[in-house]
T-cell receptor, first 114, second 114 residues
Framework: DADVTQTPRNRITKTGKRIMLECSQT?????MYWYRQDPGLGLRLIYY???????NKGEISDGYSVSRQAQAKFSLSLESAIPNQTALYFC?????????????FGSGTRLTVV | QKEVEQDPGPLSVPEGAIVSLNCTYS??????FMWYRQYSRKGPELLMY????GNKEDGRFTAQVDKSSKYISLFIRDSQPSDSATYLC??????????????FGQGTILTVHP
């Protein structure tokens, strides 16, 4: 099994729908992150969580929310999806000691909003 | 202006060539400098990291950091078709608002043809 598992791998949804992307990890890491990747823009941070009770906004959090259900689970929700949220979404984890460089990424969720 | 700038390419080279990938940055607080490699339909994987200025070598890969110029490079010697991927530079700061978070460049798409 992968260290960081994201579900679903692919999703097509309609404008205005609520959608949840899920992430679970077996690394035992405290820190979890959600990034989106767009062509020409690289990876941009949406939300991050340093532990279950510590959740913070990243640089592009508008239109998104998150839930840290347990140390191993971190979900990203789009409350009302819009077409410009079409992107590749990645979940990542790190432990405190390696948080400056040692991220482990999932394989991504490709989301299309039509 | 983005904090980290990376030429997106694409870059196409023949097998055996020396490849040079580069990033510039504006945040002088960055102290950790990383290179991630991302294969198609996969999440980024950490290739190398460097703390502060200097060089680091790992097999065919050499990372260089010049903090005075705010410029980092990744060199790939004897490039192989299996090196074909997107290469992302990333940086983080030990303190301040960037603490514990990675800021990524746009990524450079590299193709090594036989």
């Amino acid at each position: 099994d992968a260290d960081v598992t994201q579900t679903p791998r692919n999703r097509i949804t309609k404008t205005g729908k609520r959608i949840m992307l899920e992430c679970s990890q077996t690394k035992g890491h405290d820190r979890m992150y959600w990034y989106r990747q767009d062509p020409g823009l690289g990876l941009r941070l949406i939300y991050y969580s340093f532990d279950v009770k510590d959740i913070n906004k990243g640089e592009i959090s508008d239109g998104y929310s998150v839930s840290r259900q347990a140390q191993a689970k971190f979900s990203l929700s789009l409350e009302s999806a819009i077409p410009n949220q079409t992107a590749l979404y990645f979940c990542a984890t790190s432990d405190q000691g390696q948080s400056f460089y040692g991220y482990t990424f999932g394989s991504g969720t490709r989301l299309t909003v039509v | 202006q983005k904090e980290v700038e990376q030429d997106p390419g694409p870059l196409s080279v023949p097998e055996g060539a020396i490849v040079s990938l580069n990033c510039t940055y504006s945040n002088s607080a960055f102290q950790y400098f990383m290179w991630y490699r991302q294969y198609s339909r996969k999440g980024p994987e950490l290739l190398m990291y460097t703390y502060s200025s200097g060089n680091k070598e790992d097999g065919r890969f050499t990372a260089q950091v010049d903090k005075s110029s705010k410029y980092i490079s990744l060199f790939i010697r004897d490039s192989q078709p299996s090196d074909s991927a997107t290469y992302l530079c990333a940086m983080s700061a030990v303190g301040g608002t960037s603490y514990g978070k990675l800021t990524f460049g746009q990524g450079t798409i590299l193709t090594v043809h036989p």
